[in-house]
């Protein structure tokens, strides 16, 4: 098994590689684009939180307090927000359910990246645009 990350450390990137281990914690409503149904989800490991595109099956296959493994994952922008996803080569499964540690702070997607002046092909953060996901609000 590939080596897992922490949500803390994940970047933008075009090539699939991110191993991590997440609970969802919230879930948004099902969007359709062209043929395709997708839906937006919230999800945190102990370091972080960031939001989760979910793609056909995957919008019925997971519900809230489910502990999900991504292989193979992507965190690159989708229509302008910065979104975790499985991709095409990527797979996300249940592994478990409620017994999680876990932080809706930062929120990688709430986070304004840049390319890194001493090297084109990485990312490096600018700003905090908001401390917490501004989709889900904090659960009080």
């Known amino acids: 098994m590939a080596e897992m990350i922490s949500l803390k450390d994940i970047v933008p990137a075009a ?21 395709h149904k997708t839906c937006l989800a919230l999800v945190a490991d102990n370091t972080a939180a960031v939001h989760f595109q ?3 099956d995957e919008c019925d296959a997971f519900e809230p307090g489910d502990i999900i493994r ?11 927000s ?17 017994t999680m540690a876990f932080v809706e702070t930062p929120n990688m997607s709430e986070i304004r990246w840049v390319p890194d002046p001493n090297n084109s ?6 700003a905090v645009i908001s401390p917490h996901s501004r989709i889900f609000p904090p659960m009080l």
Request: proline share 0%; charged share 30%; glycine share 10%.
């Open 121 to 126: 092909k990485k990312y490096v953060q600018e």
């Open 82 to 98: 910065l979104v975790l996803r499985a991709g095409k080569r990527g797979k996300a499964e249940k592994v478990g359910e409620f």
């Open 15 to 35: 090539q699939n590689n991110i191993n991590a281990q997440f609970i969802l914690l919230d879930k948004g409503r099902l969007t359709f684009e062209g043929q």
């Open 70 to 80: 991504l292989a193979n994952g992507i965190f690159s922008y989708q229509r302008n």
């Open 54 to 56: 979910l793609w056909e």
